[in-house]
């Protein structure tokens, strides 16, 4: 992690602290309701220097809320969600990405999300390695529709371990609103998975929202969605498909995820 932290990573790390200490000060205590474009934890694994990767997310809300979490927002059910993303590799333990969020509600209406920019720093050859670990950092504006702020800040850390033929992943992320109604929610994600065979891998991936971080709701009002996942290689393309269960009031029923990878 040298690589990472020397002269250039120490004004890196400066800037972090300047733009959480930005985004906690006009933090209030509204919940930082927002869509769901992406479903997926974060294994460290990036595209390699000089090379660019293309993924598509897709998430389809099969039952979910038929209410939308703000004015001005849309309802969960019905709900088709998703992002293309763009990433460049520019060593081995940077990568820049660009997201482009939208959505169709469930009168088929299509809805732009805004666009997403992140840097991600990680240990090299993430995939070789036993232990590996990074930190995402992501810079959000978001339309009306999409977010009650129009711009977010998310760090997502990630710590992982793989080893035997399992692997188990933690991203422990926080996320940060700016404006008016902003506000800061921890929104921890994890995945174990068990190699059956060449690419192919099965797991359960957990997702969760604690919001806002200084006046937690009660148990039956946080979001606990846990999933079914299959990863496996197919034409030259990466793809994860899941279907994931809402463990409380507060989740979405039913949700079924797909994200479709390509490096070229």
């Known amino acids: 992690m040298q690589r990472l932290w020397g002269t250039g990573g120490s004004s890196f790390l400066m800037s972090l602290k300047w733009l959480a200490g930005a985004a906690i000060a006009f933090h209030c205590s509204l919940s930082p309701a927002h869509a769901v474009d992406e ?3 974060y294994n460290a694994e990036i595209a390699a220097p000089g090379t660019f990767t293309l993924q598509q997310h897709l998430n389809y809300v099969w039952s979910g809320s038929t209410t939308p979490d703000y004015p001005g927002g849309f309802a969960s059910n019905r709900t088709l969600n998703g992002t293309p993303e763009l990433a460049y590799g520019v060593t081995d333990w940077y990568e820049l990405g660009l997201y482009v969020p939208f959505a169709f509600d469930s009168s088929g209406t299509f809805l732009p999300g805004g666009f997403k920019l992140r840097q991600l720093f990680v240990s090299p050859h993430a995939e070789d390695r036993k232990v590996f670990y990074g930190l995402n950092v992501e810079l959000s504006y978001q339309t009306p529709r999409f977010s009650q702020s129009a711009i977010g800040l998310e760090f997502r850390p990630i710590l992982g371990v793989r080893d035997l033929g399992w692997e188990f992943i933690f991203n422990p992320i926080v996320d940060l609103s700016f404006a008016p ?34 006046a937690l709701p009660p148990a039956d009002q946080q979001q606990h969605t846990l999933f079914g996942v299959v990863d496996f290689k197919l034409f030259g393309l990466d793809i994860n498909l899941g279907m994931g269960f809402g463990l409380t009031g507060a989740s979405d029923t039913v949700v079924t995820k797909m994200i479709i990878g390509r490096a070229f």
């Open 39 to 41: 479903i997926q934890v």
């Open 181 to 214: 109604n902003g506000a800061a929610a921890f929104a921890p994600a994890a995945r174990l998975a068990r190699n059956v065979g060449g690419d192919t891998w099965l797991g359960v991936e957990y997702y969760s929202s604690y919001s806002p971080i200084d």
